[in-house]
């Protein structure tokens, strides 16, 4: 299994970017989005579960982000709006052979290499 994320720079507050991320493999059965600050934990962002096309988001991005996907192409994006200055963080797709117990990292076992995303004016 291989996890390619891409999409991310700088931006200024109030700014957008859009994530992607290309998975390869099988069984995969939901997509994550997951971002690391400096000096802070990993945290939950947003999954797709494919199945049904579910999806969830942490209060922190809800009403901001929105998560997709291209079951074809294997490929899941994170349309990020209103980007803050708190949004900076590397962010990480990650894949899950699971349905559900998906908002937390322990759910997810391949991992992409992360994006950094920074928001700064």
């Known amino acids: 299994v291989q996890l390619q994320a891409c999409g991310g720079g700088l931006v200024q507050p109030g700014g957008s970017l859009r994530l992607s991320c290309a998975a390869s493999g099988r069984n995969l059965r939901t997509i994550g989005w997951f971002r690391q600050a400096p000096g802070k934990e990993r945290e939950f962002v947003a999954f797709?579960?494919?199945?049904?096309?579910?999806?969830d988001y942490s209060d922190s991005v809800k009403g901001r982000f929105t998560i997709s996907g291209d079951n074809a192409k294997n490929t899941v994006y994170l349309q990020m709006n209103s980007l803050r200055p708190e949004d900076t963080a590397v962010y990480y797709c990650?894949?899950?052979?699971?349905?559900?117990?998906?908002?937390?990292?322990?759910?997810?076992?391949?991992w992409g290499q992360g994006t950094l995303v920074t928001v700064s004016s």
């Open positions: 797709i579960r494919w199945r049904g096309l579910v999806t």
């Open positions: 990650a894949a899950s052979v699971r349905e559900f117990g998906l908002s937390t990292a322990n759910s997810y076992v391949y």
